[in-house]
């Protein structure tokens, strides 16, 4: 089985990106567009520069930063975020495409299709536009990663709902989204159940999966959850470690390599290929030690820095 390992967003080794409120925006008065367009400017030279380290360091597997342009889908703000900074997203793209990184976004947690209120849905779907329009100006192939959302009054009654603001969605965004287990309410077999009748990728969250189960065994899904991404793309998984027994939801700094190596051992009989998303506090650095700690535990056959394979 093939493995390539990923981050998300940032680096440490990088500066971070910048970010611009709509309070701190309305502070600024007329001078507010002038700010978020410096921002902006600034963001974009931080993404070139994230590219470039992660192909000197052979990482081909990233999360780009979701609020790369702030307050993009905010209702009371209107600017061009893709005509105005065309050259900018053609750059990154031409990036992204010559160093062969496999990339897609994660909406925060207002992206939320499930909801009763028809405001938030609306937004939901803004916030889906805005990822298809800069895929579309970097004239990339990219993917967004959705939760089904909340649970509300009724679990049942929340999918069904999901469902059908999905098929409401247009055919060019609805084949844009992934959908991943999370950690409270929507489990591996509910998100699976979703992705078969909807016919759309699902990326397993192991961390998710451990946290939030009915006992299910990982091993009985696994088949399923792979034949998702029959066809369509390698397939894409999730793993991190819990931060303490007590904060067992939230992520570490770092990947607990044992965990990840025992995932791997079970992985292996299921795939050929897939691509890992570490998400851990410590990005890239997280990254890298799991690297040296694999070096040293297995016997893993290494095909550049991030990439391996297991017999």
């Given at each position: 089985?093939?493995?390539?390992?990923?981050?998300?967003?940032?680096?440490?080794s990088?500066?971070?990106?910048?970010?611009?409120?709509?309070?701190?925006?309305?502070?600024?008065?007329?001078?507010?567009?002038?700010?978020?367009?410096?921002?902006?400017?600034?963001?974009f030279?931080?993404?070139?520069?994230?590219?470039?380290?992660?192909?000197?360091?052979?990482?081909?597997?990233?999360?780009?930063?979701?609020?790369?342009?702030?307050?993009?889908?905010?209702?009371?703000?209107?600017?061009?975020?893709?005509?105005?900074?065309?050259?900018?997203?053609?750059?990154?793209?031409?990036?992204?495409?010559?160093?062969?990184?496999?990339?897609?976004?994660?909406p925060?947690?207002?992206?939320?299709?499930?909801?009763?209120?028809?405001?938030?849905?609306?937004?939901?779907?803004?916030?889906?536009?805005?990822?298809?329009?800069?895929?579309?100006a970097?004239?990339?192939?990219?993917?967004?990663?959705?939760?089904?959302?909340?649970?509300?009054?009724?679990?049942?009654?929340?999918?069904?709902?999901?469902?059908?603001?999905?098929?409401?969605?247009?055919?060019?965004?609805?084949?844009?989204?992934?959908?991943?287990?999370?950690?409270?309410?929507?489990?591996?077999?509910?998100?699976?159940?979703?992705?078969?009748?909807?016919?759309?990728?699902?990326?397993?969250?192991?961390?998710?999966?451990?946290?939030?189960?009915?006992?299910?065994?990982?091993?009985?899904?696994?088949?399923?959850?792979?034949?998702?991404?029959?066809?369509?793309?390698?397939?894409?998984?999730?793993?991190?470690?819990?931060?303490?027994?007590?904060?067992?939801?939230?992520?570490?700094?770092?990947?607990?390599?044992?965990?990840?190596i025992?995932?791997?051992?079970?992985?292996?009989?299921?795939?050929?290929?897939?691509?890992?998303?570490?998400?851990?506090?410590?990005?890239?650095?997280?990254?890298?030690?799991?690297?040296?700690?694999?070096?040293?535990?297995?016997?893993?056959?290494?095909?550049n820095?991030?990439?391996?394979?297991?017999?």
């Amino acid at each position: 089985m093939k493995v390539k390992l990923g981050y998300v967003s940032l680096s440490l080794s990088l500066p971070p990106f910048k970010t611009l409120n709509y309070t701190n925006y309305q502070k600024l008065a007329d001078k507010g567009l002038d700010k978020l367009d410096q921002v902006i400017i600034y963001n974009f030279h931080n993404l070139r520069e994230i590219l470039k380290y992660n192909y000197a360091n052979e990482v081909f597997f990233y999360r780009l930063n979701h609020h790369l342009i702030p307050l993009a889908t905010h209702p009371k703000v209107t600017f061009d975020y893709i005509k105005k900074y065309q050259k900018h997203w053609l750059e990154i793209g031409i990036l992204i495409k010559k160093y062969q990184i496999r990339t897609d976004t994660h909406p925060d947690q207002y992206c939320v299709l499930n909801s009763p209120s028809k405001e938030t849905v609306k937004s939901s779907i803004e916030i889906l536009k805005y990822n298809q329009n800069i895929f579309k100006a970097m004239k990339i192939d990219g993917k967004v990663i959705l939760h089904i959302g909340g649970k509300y009054s009724s679990k049942e009654e929340a999918i069904k709902r999901f469902i059908s603001n999905f098929k409401k969605l247009d055919k060019s965004l609805q084949n844009i989204i992934m959908l991943e287990n999370d950690d409270k309410v929507f489990n591996v077999k509910d998100v699976l159940e979703v992705c078969e009748e909807l016919k759309i990728p699902m990326v397993l969250d192991y961390h998710h999966y451990i946290c939030n189960n009915e006992n299910e065994d990982i091993r009985d899904y696994l088949p399923r959850i792979l034949n998702t991404w029959k066809g369509k793309l390698i397939p894409k998984m999730h793993f991190s470690s819990p931060k303490s027994i007590k904060e067992k939801r939230s992520h570490s700094e770092y990947i607990n390599s044992a965990d990840f190596i025992d995932f791997l051992e079970i992985l292996k009989k299921y795939t050929k290929e897939v691509d890992i998303m570490l998400e851990c506090k410590a990005k890239d650095e997280a990254l890298f030690r799991l690297i040296r700690e694999i070096k040293y535990k297995t016997n893993y056959k290494f095909i550049n820095q991030t990439t391996f394979i297991l017999q």
